[in-house]
């Protein structure tokens, strides 16, 4: 069965101060996709990026970047130079093909607390 | 575009009541997933409606069920309520296309009494 863990539960940073999320998974299919969604104080999910398992290569947005590596099932999730508004809980989830739909299974979250 | 809208923000309701809680997708998303939030199993997935038709479902009792509309707006139902579905209800639309990524609405904050 499939299974994604953020094993850190609380990070907190001074702003401008990078910060590295961790995210591991599990799954036995070989095509899957990955993705990472923030969710501030408000509740919406906001989503940030979709990998999937044939594309290992890093991508940068900004101030985001993730790093997947295949080899060890992890897919990070780094912010540089953070500030206040990142503060909120990120969630990396996974979605198999041979699920035959859209079910996401979630980590637990990872709390950042971005100050001043 | 506007985006994922779900009708009611909040919900209070006694044990042993039910509740149908409604979720409108972005417009051309045929795609609706709901998912249940709480502090102490995290997001799980309930089921995604496609084209009218249950796609696929997690590991919840019957007592939760949904449906979705030829407009691709989608309801849950939960009946016979019980203390632990207090939850947030997310609702999350997406085109279709297997695993696309998902938009989620604002949510439904469920309490029980």
């Known amino acids: 069965a499939q299974k994604v863990t953020q094993a850190q539960t609380e990070i907190s940073v001074v702003e401008k101060e990078d910060v590295t999320l961790d995210c591991v998974y599990e799954t036995r299919d070989t095509t899957y996709y990955l993705f990472w969604y923030k969710q501030p104080p408000s509740g919406e999910l906001v989503f940030l990026i979709r990998r999937n398992s044939f594309d290992e290569q890093n991508e940068i947005s900004g101030r985001y970047s993730w790093n997947f590596q295949k080899s060890t099932s992890s897919f990070n999730f780094t912010i540089t130079a953070s500030q206040v508004v990142d503060s909120a809980v990120y969630f990396c989830a996974l979605s198999e093909v041979t699920g035959g739909g859209n079910k996401l299974t979630f980590g637990t979250g990872t709390q950042l607390k971005v100050e001043l | 575009k506007a985006g994922v809208t779900q009708t009611p923000r909040y919900l209070i309701k006694t044990r042993g009541q039910q509740v149908t809680l409604s979720c409108s997708p972005i417009s051309g998303h045929r795609s609706v997933s709901w998912y249940q939030q709480t502090p102490g199993q995290g997001l799980q997935f309930l089921f995604e409606?496609?084209?009218?038709?249950?796609?696929n479902k997690g590991n919840f009792p019957g007592r939760f069920s949904g449906r979705q509309f030829s407009n691709s707006r989608s309801e849950m139902n939960v009946s016979t309520l019980e203390l632990g579905d207090s939850a947030l209800y997310l609702c999350a639309s997406s085109l279709g296309t297997l695993n696309n990524e998902q938009f989620f609405g604002p949510g439904t904050r469920l309490t029980v009494l």
């Open positions: 409606y496609f084209s009218e038709t249950q796609r």
